[in-house]
């Protein structure tokens, strides 16, 4: 292999050029891209962690390990909110308790549409056919080591009220969701 210089062309075939757009110029014919390599900047030291603001870091959730997201539930937060912590992971389970299983095409067995159970007649046994899918669903999220799943069917309002208990790595996280058919809200998290 020859050695490139800074100054030194050197020619791509078309699906190469795709590949290197952004390294240079497309001044060659048609089909062909000559690109100009140019030599790395000096390199930079890392900045210390103590330096990088804690909203990169996630707040707490870099010392839980659940991570930062944009406030998504029940649907994309305009203002781009940050969660972390325990939010973070009740948004998941709420996610994964308002998704119909097999709708997700590269993960078919993830969700339990809960909404599904409403088009029943609510029974205690019904209930707890409820509240055993859901605690195995929850349970399905790897941040999750057990789930303690409460349901309440409320006839006026021809709704669900399932309060969550999940132990995780760092700790227990409680939170409350409020199942229609027509929404899966999250009520209150802990």
């Not at 690109?35 to 210390?48: E, G, I, S, W």
């Not at 997700?104 to 029943?120: E, I, K, S, T």
Request: proline letters at 8%; hydrophobic letters at 40%.
């Amino acid at each position: 292999m020859a050695n490139i210089s800074a100054d030194t062309p050197f020619t791509l075939g078309p699906f190469e050029a795709l590949m290197a757009f952004n390294l240079g110029s497309l001044d060659g014919p048609t089909g062909v891209t000559t690109v100009y390599v140019t030599p790395p900047a000096a390199a930079v030291p890392p900045a210390p962690i103590s330096t990088i603001p804690k909203f990169v870091l996630g707040g707490l959730a870099a010392q839980t390990g659940f991570g930062s997201d944009v406030l998504v539930f029940p649907g994309l937060d305009p203002n781009l909110t940050l969660v972390n912590d325990g939010r973070v992971v009740a948004e998941a389970l709420a996610r994964r308790l308002s998704t119909p299983r097999g709708s997700l095409p590269f993960h078919p067995d993830y969700g339990l549409d809960l909404r599904g159970y409403l088009n029943d007649a609510m029974t205690p046994e019904r209930l707890y056919q409820l509240r055993a899918a859901a605690e195995l669903e929850c349970e399905q999220d790897e941040r999750v080591q057990s789930a303690e799943v409460k349901a309440s069917f409320s006839l006026a309002t021809q709704s669900l009220r399932v309060s969550i208990n999940v132990t995780t790595n760092t700790g227990d996280l409680r939170f409350v969701l409020n199942v229609s058919q027509v929404s899966v809200d999250l009520l209150s998290q802990e």
